[in-house]
């Protein structure tokens, strides 16, 4: 069973940045950051191979968001930020398989979430 920890959610303005982290103990061939926003499903925002470096990404975060990985911790960089963005954000582990590889169904561990609030 992977373990995971998030930090570095927060409010911010329209057009700010933020940076998440997310701790991992446990081996995991993927990881990657979801979002849930009130009266939303959960859905994927980017996920990143732990071994090469591939890296996915939802089209509305497309050149704002950068996700990244090393020695256990994945980031994910927030840019250009947007109220839309507002939404509790997860990070996973363990890919099941599947597709698409957003698709929160397709992974196994998850941690507690943490807040970003984009203001305008």
């Known amino acids: 069973q992977v373990r995971l920890v998030e930090s570095g959610g927060g409010s911010v303005q329209d057009g700010g940045s933020l940076r998440l982290s997310c701790v991992h103990s446990?081996?995991?061939?993927?990881i990657g950051w979801f979002r849930q926003a009130p009266g939303k499903e959960r859905a994927g925002v980017a996920v990143?191979?732990?071994?090469?470096?591939d890296a996915y990404y939802t089209d509305s975060v497309k050149g704002r968001f950068t996700i990244g990985y090393t020695k256990d911790t994945a980031y994910l960089q927030m840019n250009r930020l947007k109220p839309e963005d507002t939404a509790m954000y997860y990070c996973a582990a363990n890919y099941l398989g599947g597709t698409p590889i957003l698709g929160p169904a397709n992974f196994g561990s998850w941690g507690q979430g943490t807040q970003v609030t984009v203001s305008s």
């Open positions: 446990g081996y995991t061939n993927y």
């Open positions: 990143i191979s732990t071994g090469g470096g």
